[in-house]
């Protein structure tokens, strides 16, 4: 195994990465003999890495890899085959992005580096920029009776073959994290004893998605970084930020859906983005109203959530919602799909827009 420790590289070129194998190890922060080499977010598969240039005009992504007592287990990366800097990153990004049924990863198996750790039972999102922020897995037998919370921050993939999630942690890890009730509200104070364990910038800090960056991975990205791009996260949070605004899918799925001029339907399902673990799309089935038909509608076209009503106020008419595109759970949902959907509504694609612009449009009130 290569180990590399704050190593200057005079040239990229210098370390052949076409030969170097998948348990390459870089401890602190890799240099070429110009500049520090930049940070981005890999289009082949979503996360944050350091990127190099190599000479054979394509570029290598080296991703960090999980912390356990301080020690660095190992880092994995993509090698792109792009011809140079004007690539559009953002733009290869999007053909890699998945959109996955929260229903349909609702029981699958999680893994720790050591062991099985449970079944996904469900997801807390927040309910301000429609993000995932946690799984809750059910331990079975292994913590009898206990529920635990596990961040997007650490799982590593959503393997579609074995049907499973694979999570950079152990099991010594997670038996010991903080016992947080999750058949209570999870408070803004519960999280911030959740992260301080793991030692982990707040993700509700920096003004991203996931602290200053878009991708729940670019917080475990602080750790390989210099210090200044370290996010220190305060001791505990400011009276401002006490409401976590987390809710339950579980709890969200039958809430009807209120159009401007009357209900159309019930929440089924979400849709969730496999890279930003943001929801996409809430499932609305609107068969007592307009029998056989499940529509799709984004978090930013939602103005309200009422608690109290167990309603979902929508910003759209019944007969728009009528004429709309029909979702069909058994298809995958293509850009070809998304693109007719914001067409017949005349609305802006989320893909066309920036991380920070998105993040802005999708926050929605409650009740």
């Given at each position: 195994m290569q180990v590399f420790t704050n190593r200057k590289i005079d040239t990229p070129s210098a370390i052949d990465y076409t030969t170097v194998p998948a348990g390459l190890v870089i401890r602190g922060h890799l240099w070429t003999g110009q500049s520090t080499v930049s940070t981005v977010v890999c289009p082949k598969c979503g996360r944050v890495g350091v990127a190099s240039p190599l000479a054979n005009g394509k570029q290598i992504i080296v991703h960090s890899g999980s912390e356990v007592d301080g020690a660095l287990l190992g880092v994995d990366y993509?090698?792109?085959?792009?011809?140079?800097?004007?690539?559009?990153?953002k733009e290869a990004a999007r053909d890699t992005v998945m959109l996955l049924s929260i229903?349909?990863?609702?029981?699958?198996?999680?893994?720790?580096?050591?062991?099985?750790?449970?079944?996904?039972?469900?997801?807390?999102?927040?309910?301000?920029?429609?993000?995932?922020?946690?799984?809750?897995?059910?331990?079975?037998?292994?913590?009898?009776?206990?529920?635990?919370?596990?961040?997007?921050?650490?799982?590593?993939?959503?393997?579609?073959?074995?049907?499973?999630?694979?999570?950079?942690?152990?099991?010594?890890?997670?038996?010991n994290s903080p016992d947080i009730d999750t058949h209570r509200p999870v408070s803004r104070q519960?999280?911030?004893?959740?992260?301080?364990?793991?030692?982990?910038?707040?993700?509700?800090?920096?003004?991203?998605?996931?602290g200053g960056g878009?991708?729940?991975?670019?917080?475990?990205?602080?750790?390989?970084?210099p210090a200044k791009n370290v996010i220190e996260p305060p001791s505990k949070p400011s009276d401002e930020q006490v409401d976590s605004h987390l809710c339950s899918t579980g709890a969200v799925t039958n809430y009807h859906i209120e159009a401007a001029d009357g209900e159309i339907g019930h929440v089924e399902d979400f849709i969730m983005d496999d890279h930003?673990?943001?929801?996409?799309?809430l499932v609305v089935n609107t068969h007592n109203w307009w029998?056989?038909?499940?529509?799709?509608?984004?978090?930013?076209?939602?103005?309200?959530?009422?608690?109290?009503?167990?309603?979902?106020?929508?910003?759209?008419d019944r007969e728009s919602i009528k004429s709309a595109p029909r979702y069909e759970s058994s298809s995958l949902i293509t850009r070809e799909f998304e693109q007719?959907?914001?067409?017949?509504?005349?609305?802006?694609?989320?893909?066309?827009?920036?991380?920070?612009e998105q993040n802005s449009n999708r926050k929605s009130q409650k009740s």
């Open positions: 993509c090698e792109l085959g792009f011809d140079g800097p004007g690539t559009n990153l229903k349909g990863l609702q029981g699958y198996p999680i893994h720790a580096i050591d062991g099985l750790i449970g079944e996904v039972e469900q997801f807390y999102f927040d309910d301000e920029t429609w993000t995932v922020r946690y799984l809750v897995v059910d331990t079975g037998h292994w913590l009898t009776g206990r529920r635990v919370l596990i961040s997007p921050i650490v799982i590593r993939e959503i393997d579609q073959k074995t049907k499973a999630f694979n999570a950079g942690l152990t099991q010594e890890q997670i038996k519960d999280e911030a004893e959740y992260f301080n364990y793991y030692g982990w910038p707040y993700y509700w800090y920096g003004g991203g998605l996931w878009f991708y729940p991975n670019a917080l475990t990205m602080a750790n390989a970084l930003t673990w943001t929801i996409r799309y029998p056989g038909k499940r529509i799709l509608v984004p978090p930013q076209w939602i103005k309200r959530l009422s608690w109290g009503e167990s309603k979902v106020y929508v910003d759209l007719r959907l914001y067409g017949h509504y005349g609305r802006p694609g989320y893909w066309n827009m920036d991380p920070i």
